[in-house]
């Protein structure tokens, strides 16, 4: 069964360096999302990409963060400048179409930022 | 503003019984989607089972079925003969209708934490 991949599982870094968050996702699907998940709080939405442009981004989702679709198969999260309250698992997800509800989501990379 | 609630953040049963995790939300739209997601340890999201708004009838996945109740704005998942392989955190979201330009935004619970015991 397809599914998205994610890498890596684990990342470390230090603070205000940047840091590149790589997913591959299903290859038909058209629409792709970030996730965060920081621990003991609620998933939290990012952002949502579509046709080559962003579609909607949350309140978390400022200057810091860009996304990138650079070839046909991967999407990508940057940080640019991390934070110590950027650690949190960063989830990727896509769905097939306009018009169908189902995210599929990759395993996470759970981002350290000491 | 939607909000998702789960009450319950551990909840433990035995293998082959049955349990119930309960989920509320509040919203004002009309039609709308529930999900229930499962995080096992190996951290990926899997969807359970969905479940829309419009449709009166009751999701059922196998073992997984839910409780939607519209009008209390309640959704809980109900995993019978519970299984080894059930122990994972269960994650209740919700989803605007999905219609073309609208974006698939979950919005989701603090999670329950089950264990199958054997």
């Known amino acids: 069964e397809p599914e998205v991949t994610q890498t890596p599982s684990h990342q470390v870094t230090q603070m205000g360096q940047e840091v590149i968050l790589r997913c591959v996702p299903i290859s038909n699907h058209l629409y792709f999302y970030w996730y965060r998940q920081i621990l003991g709080q609620k998933v939290e939405f990012l952002v949502s990409?579509?046709?080559?442009?962003?579609?909607?981004k949350s309140e978390i989702f400022d200057d810091q963060f860009s996304v990138e679709r650079p070839d046909g198969s991967n999407f990508t999260l940057k940080i640019r400048s991390t934070k110590l309250e950027d650690s949190a698992m960063y989830f990727c997800?896509?769905?097939?179409?306009?018009?169908?509800?189902?995210?599929?989501f990759g395993s996470g990379t759970q981002l350290s930022v000491l | 503003a939607q909000t998702v609630t789960q009450s319950q953040p551990e909840m433990s049963v035995q293998e082959a019984e049955t349990v119930t995790l309960s989920c509320t939300y509040d919203t004002s739209e009309s039609n709308y989607y529930l999900f229930w997601y499962k995080q096992p340890p190996s951290r990926q999201m899997i969807l359970v089972i969905r479940q829309e708004a419009y449709k009166q009838q009751n999701a059922t996945e196998n073992r997984f079925s839910v409780n939607f109740q519209k009008a209390a704005k309640s959704f809980s998942l109900k995993i019978s003969d519970s299984q080894l392989g059930d122990t994972a955190m269960y994650f209740c979201?919700?989803?605007?209708?999905?219609?073309?330009?609208?974006?698939?935004?979950?919005?989701w619970g603090l999670g329950t934490s089950l264990a199958v015991n054997p």
């Open positions: 990409f579509y046709n080559n442009e962003i579609s909607e």
């Open positions: 979201a919700f989803m605007k209708h999905v219609y073309a330009g609208n974006n698939r935004k979950l919005i």
């Open positions: 997800a896509s769905s097939e179409n306009e018009t169908n509800e189902k995210l599929f």
